[in-house]
């Protein structure tokens, strides 16, 4: 027989209670996941409704140097086509130039070209396949522009595309787990349906009425 003293068992939550419960946690998860990209897109989705407005001026740096002796032999049996340049002379165009010498290159009969494409500017190096002559040009175009190629995932490399993913994905939880919130909470708040109504009409009016 049970003592009647014995201190009672926790309550076993409602379905209801178990699923707000579960709501609540994986929407202030996911927001804390999402919370600086969704500044950073928001605020770079600003920018690039008005880019127009923001001048932007590019910074150019132009440098030149000669391939030493010893590599320029990798370089003459290359043949043509696409491929990444020799590591010995990527190696030392990084340290002569003072910037990254990675990528597929560009090679014809007589240059090898490596195309730079970074957020926010551009770059380029050229190499003599004769002589050995190096010449290469690297463009800034800013802290904007940076920010705006990062909103638009352009020339970031796949560690930036996986966190692309990542955060779409949690935004995804967010908003669901949201709605499904405002669901649980509508009979209090009466204005409920009608707000996410016209988050839904609004653009939906502009799309159809003002876009041509």
Same mark, same amino acid.
């Given at each position: ?6 201190? /009672? ?5 409602? &379905? ?18 999402? /919370?600086?990209?969704?500044? /950073? ?13 923001? *001048?932007? &001026?590019?910074? +150019? ?5 000669? #391939? ?5 032999? #990798?370089?003459?049996? =290359? ?8 590591? @010995? +002379?990527?190696?030392? #165009?990084? %340290?002569?130039?003072? @910037? ?10 007589? *240059? ?5 494409? &970074?957020?926010? %500017? ?6 003599? $396949? ?6 290469? *040009?690297?463009?800034? $175009? %800013? ?6 190629? #990062?909103?638009? %995932? $352009? ?19 967010? !908003? ?9 909470? !509508?009979? &209090? $708040? ?6 996410? =109504? ?8 502009? !799309? ?5």
């Amino acid at each position: 027989m049970p003592d009647p003293k014995a201190p /009672l068992g926790k309550p076993r939550l409602s &379905r209801k209670a178990f699923w707000l419960k579960q709501l609540h946690s994986w929407h202030w998860m996911s927001s804390a996941v999402s /919370l600086i990209g969704l500044l /950073l897109f928001a605020i770079t989705g600003l920018t690039l409704n008005h880019a127009a407005d923001i *001048e932007a &001026r590019p910074v +150019v740096t132009a440098a030149n140097a000669v #391939l030493p002796p010893a590599l320029l032999p #990798l370089l003459a049996t =290359g043949g043509d086509g696409k491929k990444p340049l020799p590591p @010995q +002379v990527a190696e030392w #165009l990084q %340290g002569a130039l003072e @910037q990254p010498a990675s990528g597929v290159a560009e090679w014809s009969t007589s *240059e090898v070209y490596l195309p730079l494409p &970074r957020p926010g %500017g551009d770059g380029w190096i050229a190499i003599d $396949r004769t002589s050995g002559a190096v010449s290469s *040009e690297t463009t800034s $175009r %800013g802290w904007v522009s940076y920010l705006n190629d #990062l909103h638009k %995932g $352009r020339n970031t490399g796949p560690a930036w595309s996986w966190f692309i993913d990542i955060f779409a994905v949690a935004c995804v939880i967010f !908003a669901t787990t949201g709605f499904f919130l405002l669901q649980l909470h !509508a009979a &209090r $708040r009466p204005i409920t349906w009608p707000l996410v =109504g016209a988050g839904l009409a609004i653009p939906a009016a502009i !799309a159809l009425f003002f876009i041509h």
